[in-house]
């Protein structure tokens, strides 16, 4: 089982310190790899239209021998979908692929200013959950003054924001802020460009004095943090130690020193949600 100490949002919702990533993960192959991982211990299951594997997720979750309602599953709202009528329906056909009564959380997958409707997005999903098809609502990759502008205009805070974060980008602004409002940070790659990160000598160096494998020396670099990570696992072997992470408790100084490998150009790519426009 995962960490039992859960991450809380300003209205008591809880998440565990770590989440399944499910991208890329599709058809037989990805509904195995979800089952696993909920039998491995996961409780927190991420997808989104735009992974086009909702139908695969489904099938691992009710596939999995646990109860429906011990799990979180999450996904989020493709950007062609933010008018009203378009992201209700998209919703609607979210819970048919994830055969559930109601997504347990959902998520604006990107703000789109440029396009400006995420404020009508954000209603939509308010509308959502007060129709019962949703549970709880948040959004991912929205700056701080995305997020007070669907607050000032509804009155409705998320409890969620999923962004980038990882050694290379930590985010802490963004973090301080989340914290701040009682909004809960999921880090979405949160191991970054894995081959160079997990060879980093910080890492490596601070892997070896716990006796864990250097993604885990990051993963507990999260948990540390008061972020929810949602790396990806496809085996059983790999769910399982990531999931081990959550036990290991680094010191203060290792986590700066993980914090300082922050680089002006840490983004994994060209996706600052000032200006990305992702449909």
Same mark, same amino acid.
């Given at each position: 089982m995962?960490?039992?100490?859960? @991450?809380?949002a300003?209205? =008591? @919702?809880?998440?565990?310190?770590? $989440?399944? =990533?499910?991208? !890329?993960?599709?058809?037989?192959?990805? #509904?195995?790899a979800v089952r696993s991982g909920i039998e491995? !211990?996961?409780?927190?299951?991420?997808?989104?239209?735009?992974? /086009?594997? /909702? !139908?695969? +997720? =489904?099938?691992? +979750?009710? $596939?999995? #021998? +646990?109860?429906r309602s011990e799990l979180i599953v999450t996904s989020k709202l493709a950007g062609r979908h933010h008018a009203r009528a378009k992201a209700l329906d998209a919703i609607e056909e979210s819970r048919f692929r994830l055969g559930v009564d109601a997504i347990d959380l959902f998520l604006i997958h990107w703000p789109l200013p440029q396009?400006?409707?995420y404020v009508e997005a954000w209603q939509a999903l308010i509308e959502a959950r007060e129709r019962g098809h949703v549970r709880q609502i !948040?959004?991912?990759? @929205?700056?701080?003054e995305h997020l007070e502008r669907i607050e000032d205009a509804t009155g409705v805070r998320p409890?969620?924001?999923?962004?980038?974060?990882?050694?290379? @980008?930590?985010?802490q602004e963004a973090l301080d802020h989340h914290r701040a409002h009682g909004i809960i940070t999921q880090a979405w790659s949160p191991l970054g460009r894995a081959g160079a990160v997990l060879a980093d000598?910080?890492?490596?160096?601070?892997?070896?004095?716990?006796?864990?494998?250097?993604?885990q020396a990051v993963l507990a670099w999260h948990a540390a943090r008061g972020v929810v990570a949602i790396p990806k696992a496809s085996s059983a072997e790999h769910q399982a130690l990531n999931l081990a992470a959550a036990q290991v408790r680094l010191g203060d100084d290792e986590v700066e020193a993980i914090t300082a490998l922050g680089a002006a150009d840490g983004r994994l790519w060209d996706a600052d949600p000032a200006t990305h426009e992702e449909f």
């Open positions: 995962s960490d039992a100490s859960p @991450f809380i300003h209205n =008591g @919702f809880a998440l565990p310190a770590q $989440g399944l =990533g499910t991208y !890329g993960l599709r058809g037989d192959a990805g #509904a195995d491995t !211990g996961y409780r927190l299951i991420d997808t989104a239209f735009n992974y /086009e594997n /909702e !139908g695969a +997720v =489904g099938w691992g +979750v009710s $596939g999995a #021998a +646990v109860d396009v400006g409707a !948040g959004v991912s990759n @929205f700056l701080p409890v969620v924001n999923q962004i980038e974060l990882h050694p290379r @980008f930590p985010q000598p910080v890492i490596t160096s601070i892997a070896d004095a716990h006796g864990i494998t250097p993604a």
